[in-house]
DNA sequence: CAGTGGTCTAGACCACCAC
DNA sequence: TGGTGGTCTAGACCACTGA
């Protein structure tokens, strides 16, 4: 066979409207995202083998191997030699790893503790509704937590989060402490990435109180812009962080 | 033909001592990286096209096609459709988007001017030896600078570089404000990627004097260590960063 | 126009895993 | 043992660049 520069659309999908030509392994990324999106494949479910795709959509094994690879580098899925391709899930590893970026200063990394302080719901400020994409008279969730490692709290942090989407997250008893796996298996929206810019912020009384420091105390602010599958803004938390015996560990590469 | 399991060793290189066996196109990348420290292709000059590369490491197309890619997504390596492969140079735009993450809340990113306060050769303490890798009585240069966008100082750095490595650089009259391509250009040392490791810290007297802001105002501590491309460690830097109209970016994903 | 990287295909065999 | 992803090969054609 010789190029075929789109996808025989099988069943019913809108076909992509003369994108301005795509390559063929990134039409077929763009099919399995969307099938990711709508949920055929749930967390930790298998897709396909690599073969049957490829007959599937009508596309050579090649290709569909490139579009696999481009989803597996960017943390959507995860293929394991020998037994399948696998959605992603949000499990302790993934979070430690890849969402959570403060390390003890003596190199272990562990997800902190989580104690809920506050959990309501309020009418959505312009800041937030800008932060979330949200409509005029939105509403949302304000969670409050500290959290903690070895009984010392080093994290105060505030989520926001649409309360549409997310709706009856105020009836849970408890918040756990992985909310991205809460996030998914109960309202099936999966943070895909985030964005997070880091200041240097004096403790106000009221973060002194929470950390068990004085007022004034140098912190690392940490501002969260968490992103799903479909590039909408899904979270958007606000962390303070005691950095005497923590850092926040960036790679450059 | 069918899997030829080894580079064939074409002119002096000390063939891999029976690796446990890696990937074909690793060999071709570890073969790539070391003629890439040896200097036999020099940042901004191109390398042999993919085809050429095939024929003298005696491989298939695709699988240098397949090393040149992870070299691309590390990098070290820049590919320009029509023209050719290239190795990455220590640029503006480079050094900009992969090695400051330094951006103004307003979102824009420029590289801060930068202002040479001292430079001094001293014996490495222990700290650094452990940092730079250096032997017992080695000697480290001293750079301080103060950084300045717009007239505005918000950042005070210090880079700490062995005397060995770089030899002759107090003599210097200039540092340029792109340190990168000095080490690249006059040293023949390319740094191929960095860890930083951030913290909060409250400025001392001598912080507050050349940032012009008061005593225990908090900043952003950036603790760097920039590796060669054989893994060395090359720089290690203390930046201390003003952040009530910065942040620091970072990408999760 | 020739030369380069970019895409796509097709098929072989290897390494690993579960049964 | 059969099925999966992982590697390697071979060759066609497309898209872009610069002379």
């Not at 312009?126 to 409509?135: I, P, S, T």
């Not at 402490?177 to 990435?193: K, M």
């Not at 590039?231 to 450059?252: G, K």
């Amino acid at each position: 066979m010789t190029d075929a520069q789109d996808i025989a659309v099988p069943p019913a999908t809108p076909a992509d409207p003369l994108p301005g030509f795509k390559p063929l392994y990134r039409q077929v990324r763009e099919r399995l995202v969307r099938q990711l999106i709508d949920g055929v494949w749930k967390p930790g479910e298998a897709l396909p083998s690599e073969q049957q795709l490829a007959v599937t959509l009508g596309v050579s094994p090649g290709t569909v191997r490139k579009a696999l690879d481009d989803l597996t580098a960017e943390n959507l899925l995860v293929r394991r030699q020998g037994r399948g391709t696998f959605v992603a899930e949000h499990d302790h590893d993934r979070v430690l790893f890849q969402y959570f970026m403060l390390t003890n200063d003596n190199g272990t990394r562990s997800l902190p503790e989580s104690t809920l302080v506050s959990l309501e719901k309020i009418r959505a400020n312009a800041q937030e509704r800008n932060r979330l994409a949200l409509a005029a008279r939105a509403s949302v969730w304000h969670i409050e937590r500290v959290r903690t490692v070895d009984g010392h709290a080093i994290i105060r942090e505030r989520i926001i989060l649409s309360a549409d989407r997310f709706p009856g997250l105020g009836d849970r008893i408890d918040i756990p402490n992985n909310v991205y796996q809460l996030y998914a298996v109960t309202f099936g929206v999966s943070v895909a990435r985030a964005e997070e810019r880091l200041k240097a912020v004096a403790a106000t009384p009221e973060d002194a109180k929470c950390l068990a420091t004085t007022s004034g105390t140098p912190l690392l602010e940490i501002d969260r812009t968490a992103y799903a599958l479909d590039e909408s803004p899904v979270e958007w938390r606000l962390s303070r962080c005691l950095t005497e015996d923590y850092h926040y560990l960036s790679d450059l590469r």
